[in-house]
């Protein structure tokens, strides 16, 4: 005779159901996805955030070597810094909202995003504090770890919808950022939007617009791939050997790395300088 499930045993089922493990499609809007493919970690992502942390390493060592008088005022200005700085952003931000897609593509996982939202909102307040008291001239109040913090709540929206809605997005962004700029905006409230006629001095500047679009096509991209069946073929590729390691051990490390290094570099700048007597 078969046995009869309790209420009991019906509702440790749906507690099974319901680890964070799982990677069932939750809402009518996932319906594409079912069937095609779980999430699998994308080692090509941590890669892509190691080279970007090496390159924006690069550019601010060039950086503290102009601050300590090594190179002269705007070295960093140059048009081979400006454009490995502009690529080292995208790169990042790119990862950042494939990675957001990813983190949460069939299911939002609230505690997981809100740890990593206040981490993050605590290391942008830290470097604005350490900006205002050691450089209050180059006040940084909207970097991009301040742009990671807002795509981290705006990007939510994107991520249940259509590939193309973020991609479309994030053109609307370009286009209006190029089309779009009124004295109204100028106030230093209102300059994170990147829509003020004035630009501020600041050491690390990532508005709104136009650099939220980097995001968004990386969601876009994340979620087409998905939908493609494509992650597990990306899956497979990364950088192996000790170098290989090492990066996306750097990748994996972002935000630590990210609020380190420029201490450190600049205090053992400081310290050669002290010792040389330069």
Known sequence: MARRRGPRASRAKQRRARRPGDHTVRSGADHRLAGIESIPRIPLLDVLRGVALIGMTVFHFAYDLMFFGLQEPGYTTQLHWAALAKAVAISFLFATGASLYLAHAHAFHWTRWARRLALIVLGALAITAATWIATP???????????????????????????????????????????????????RIWQWTGLSVARPNSGDYFPVFPWLAAVLLGIGAARWAHGAGALRRLAVYRMEGNVGRFVRFLGRNSLVYYLLHQPVMMGLLWTWLQVTNR
């Not at 929206?157 to 100028?186: C, H, K, M, S, Y």
């Open 137 to 187: 001239q180059s006040l940084i109040f909207f970097g991009i770890l301040h742009l990671i913090a807002f795509a981290g709540v705006a990007g939510l929206a994107f991520v249940r919808g259509p590939w193309w809605l973020a991609v479309a997005a994030a053109v609307a962004i370009l286009a209006i950022n190029e089309t779009v700029q009124t004295e109204l905006l100028d106030a």
